[in-house]
C-alpha cells in the first residue's frame, strides 16, 4: 500500500508495535496521529516524524468516537485506522470479573467501537 498522502491513525501508539507502525507510516509520506491512552508518551513518539498526538481511551466507545471525529475532521478524512492497542493481564481464572471486563473492552469490542465509527 502506498502511503503517501495518506492519513493514518494508530491507537497503542506511544510504545510497542504501535509505535514502530505509526513511524513506519510517517517514514512512508503518511500524516500520523499516535494516539494512546498516555498522551505524553504518543506526543513523544509523534514528535520526531512529525506527527500528532492524541488522547484516547479504547475501553470507552465515546473516546474512540471523539478520536475518529477529530481526526476526520482535522485532516478531511481517515485512509487507514490501524486500531492496536490491546492490554494483557496476566493470571487466569481467578482474575476479578472486573478486569476481564476491562481486558474485553480493550482488546475485542475497541475494534467493533471503530468499525461503527469509521
Known amino acids: 500500500m502506498d502511503f ?8 497503542g501508539a506511544a510504545s510497542g508495535i504501535g509505535r514502530a507502525c505509526a513511524r513506519r507510516f510517517a517514514e512512508e509520506g503518511a500524516t ?4 494512546d491512552l498516555d498522551l505524553d508518551a504518543a506526543r513523544a513518539a509523534a514528535m520526531p516524524v512529525g506527527g500528532t498526538a492524541a488522547h ?7 473516546s474512540i ?10 485532516l478531511d478524512g481517515i485512509d487507514c485506522f ?7 493481564i496476566g493470571g487466569g481464572a481467578e482474575v476479578v470479573d472486573s478486569e476481564w471486563d ?6 475485542a469490542m475497541a475494534h467493533v467501537w471503530a468499525a461503527r465509527e469509521l
Open 4 to 11: 503517501q498522502g495518506a492519513t493514518c491513525v494508530v491507537t
Open 32 to 35: 500520523v496521529v499516535f494516539a
Open 56 to 62: 484516547v481511551d479504547v475501553g470507552d466507545p465515546a
Open 65 to 74: 468516537g471523539a478520536l475518529i471525529a477529530d481526526a476526520w475532521e482535522s
Open 82 to 88: 490501524f486500531s492496536n492497542a490491546g492490554i494483557a
Open 102 to 107: 476491562r481486558i474485553w473492552r480493550v482488546n
